[in-house]
C-alpha cells in the first residue's frame, strides 16, 4: 500500500471539527468520501491532530493508505474537484509507507486572530474573536513571554483529552498589532512541539485577560505555575483559530 | 425633522441585496426593522444607490429622516445592537434637513477581488472571483485605462436600469497583483461620479478577458466606442465587488 500526505485548508464554519462523527460534517468525513469516489476503496484519513468545530486550518496535514495508482498531484485536483467549496487540498505528496501524522509531526504552529475595534468588523466575524474592550497587546506580549520554554501545560488543558502527559516545549510566541492592515486586528501566533487540547484557546483567554487590565503580565506566570485550569482566563471561541502548518521530518516523504 | 447620515459595512452573501424585496432579506429590510424598534417610527432609508444580491460594502451611505431626539452616535451604538453581525453602522453623522443621499453623492470608488491561483482559497470563496486562468495583470492594467476620462459606458451597462443617459467619468482606474500578503490576489478599483447598473461588474469581466489572452488590452477601447453590451465580456459575479466609499460635499453635514 502506497501513502499519500495530503496538506489541507479548511474553514471549520460549517464543519462539526475534524473527527467523523455520527450525523454530522467533518472534515475528516469530508475527505474520507471523496477519496471513496474517486477510489472506490473504503479510505481511513488520519489527520496530523484533531480541530475542533468551527477552527480553521491553512496547513492542516493529513494521511491516508491507497492501493490507488494515481500520481499525488492527480489525487490533489481530482480530491479538489469533489471536495465543498470551503476545503481545498494544497499540495499532496508521496510519503514512505509507514508515514504517521500524528506520531512523525514534529512541531505545529497555530494563529489566533483578535478584533478589538469598537465597532465590528463584518468582514472578519467569521475569523476573529470580538473583543469589544481595546486590548493593551505590549502587556499580553509580556505574558505570552512566560510561556516560552519546556513547561507543564496543564492549566492550558481543557479536561476530556487523554494524553500521557501535559509537558510541552513552546518554541515561539507571539503578539502583534495590526495584521492584515487593520489597526484594530491582534495577532497571536504560538509555535510547539505538541499542543494539548483547547492549549491555544485557554493561553489567548488568559492573554485577553492581561489586555483588557483585569491581570498582570506575571500573572501568566502564575497561572502557568498552578498547573490548574481553573486559575487561568476562559477559552476563547473557536473562530478565530487558524492551524497555520505541521512540520515533519524529510524522511517521511519518499522520492526525496 | 432631522435628517441622519450612516455609514454602513455589510458582508452582503446572506442578502438579495440592498433594496426591501418582498419576502426577502434586504440590507435595506435590516436596517428599517432597526430603526423601527428603536424609534418606534415607520422609517425609510435611503441608500446613496443599490448593490445587487451578494455584493458588499465597507462605506455604503444612507440617509433617513426622525422625530427622535437621539444623538447620531447613540443612535449608532443602538443600530449596532439590533442589526445582525453581518450588518454594521460604522459612523453615523447629522446631516442638513434636505440630504438625499443620491441627488447629493460626488463620487464612489468600487474594489473588486480577484484570486487566480491554481487553488481555490478557502478564506477568499466569499470576497473573490476565482479565475483559474493565471491572468496578466500587466495586460488587464494596459486595457484598463481606456476607461479612463468622460465616456458612454452603454457597453458596461446591463439593460434593465433606467437612468437618464449613461455618460459617466471614471476618475481612477487600478489594476494591482499581491493586495492582502497573496500573490494570487489581483485588486481591481475603480472610481466615478457615478455607475451605471453592474458597470463595475461588466468591466471585470472585460478585463479578464484581456488577462486570460483571449483579447488585447486595445480591445477595451473597442468595447468602449462600440456601446453595445453584447460586445464586452462577461458580468463578473457579485462576491469578489465591494462599495469602498461614497463621498458628499461638506455642505451636508450639519453643525460642522
Same mark, same amino acid.
Given at each position: 500500500?502506497?501513502?499519500?500526505?495530503?496538506?489541507?485548508?479548511?474553514?471549520?464554519?460549517?464543519?462539526?471539527?475534524?473527527?467523523?462523527?455520527?450525523?454530522?460534517?467533518?472534515?475528516?468525513?469530508?475527505?474520507?468520501?471523496?477519496?471513496?469516489?474517486?477510489?472506490?476503496?473504503?479510505?481511513?484519513?488520519?489527520?496530523?491532530?484533531?480541530? *475542533?468545530?468551527? %477552527?480553521?486550518?491553512? !496547513?492542516?496535514? @493529513?494521511?491516508? /493508505?491507497?492501493?490507488?495508482?494515481? =500520481?499525488? &498531484?492527480? +489525487?490533489?485536483?481530482?480530491?479538489?474537484?469533489?471536495?465543498?467549496?470551503?476545503?481545498?487540498?494544497?499540495?499532496?505528496?508521496?510519503?514512505?509507507?509507514?508515514?504517521?501524522?500524528?506520531?512523525?509531526?514534529?512541531?505545529?504552529?497555530?494563529?489566533?486572530?483578535?478584533?478589538?475595534?469598537?465597532?465590528?468588523?463584518?468582514?472578519?466575524?467569521?475569523?476573529?474573536?470580538?473583543?469589544?474592550?481595546?486590548?493593551?497587546?505590549?502587556?499580553?506580549?509580556?505574558?505570552?513571554?512566560?510561556?516560552?520554554?519546556?513547561?507543564?501545560?496543564?492549566?492550558?488543558?481543557?479536561?476530556?483529552?487523554?494524553?500521557?502527559?501535559?509537558?510541552?516545549?513552546?518554541? *515561539?510566541?507571539? %503578539?502583534?498589532?495590526? !495584521?492584515?492592515? @487593520?489597526?484594530? /486586528?491582534?495577532?497571536?501566533?504560538? =509555535?510547539? &512541539?505538541? +499542543?494539548?487540547?483547547?492549549?491555544?484557546?485557554?493561553?489567548?483567554?488568559?492573554?485577553?485577560?492581561?489586555?483588557?487590565?483585569?491581570?498582570?503580565?506575571?500573572?501568566?506566570?502564575?497561572?502557568?505555575?498552578?498547573?490548574?485550569?481553573?486559575?487561568?482566563?476562559?477559552?476563547?471561541?473557536?473562530?478565530?483559530?487558524?492551524?497555520?502548518?505541521?512540520?515533519?521530518?524529510?524522511?517521511?516523504?519518499?522520492?526525496?
Amino acid at each position: 500500500m502506497r501513502s499519500i500526505l495530503l496538506t489541507i485548508a479548511y474553514e471549520g464554519g460549517a464543519y462539526a471539527g475534524w473527527q467523523v462523527q455520527p450525523g454530522q460534517r467533518t472534515i475528516q468525513g469530508e475527505l474520507e468520501q471523496a477519496l471513496l469516489r474517486i477510489t472506490g476503496e473504503t479510505i481511513r484519513v488520519i489527520g496530523s491532530g484533531r480541530t *475542533d468545530a468551527g %477552527v480553521h486550518a491553512l !496547513g492542516q496535514v @493529513a494521511g491516508f /493508505r491507497t492501493s490507488s495508482p494515481m =500520481e499525488s &498531484d492527480v +489525487f490533489q485536483r481530482a480530491l479538489n474537484a469533489e471536495l465543498p467549496d470551503d476545503i481545498a487540498v494544497v499540495s499532496a505528496a508521496e510519503a514512505v509507507a509507514d508515514f504517521h501524522p500524528i506520531r512523525d509531526s514534529e512541531s505545529k504552529r497555530y494563529r489566533y486572530q483578535i478584533d478589538d475595534g469598537p465597532v465590528r468588523d463584518v468582514f472578519a466575524r467569521r475569523y476573529a474573536w470580538h473583543c469589544r474592550h481595546g486590548l493593551d497587546e505590549a502587556a499580553m506580549a509580556a505574558g505570552a513571554v512566560h510561556l516560552l520554554g519546556r513547561h507543564d501545560f496543564s492549566s492550558f488543558e481543557t479536561a476530556g483529552a487523554e494524553r500521557p502527559d501535559s509537558i510541552r516545549t513552546v518554541s *515561539d510566541i507571539s %503578539v502583534i498589532r495590526g !495584521g492584515n492592515g @487593520a489597526s484594530s /486586528r491582534i495577532t497571536i501566533e504560538v =509555535e510547539a &512541539d505538541g +499542543f494539548l487540547y483547547n492549549m491555544v484557546r485557554a493561553i489567548v483567554g488568559t492573554l485577553v485577560e492581561v489586555g483588557r487590565g483585569a491581570q498582570s503580565p506575571d500573572w501568566v506566570r502564575q497561572v502557568l505555575e498552578a498547573c490548574d485550569r481553573s486559575q487561568a482566563g476562559p477559552t476563547a471561541p473557536p473562530q478565530g483559530l487558524f492551524l497555520l502548518w505541521v512540520k515533519y521530518p524529510d524522511a517521511i516523504y519518499a522520492n526525496r
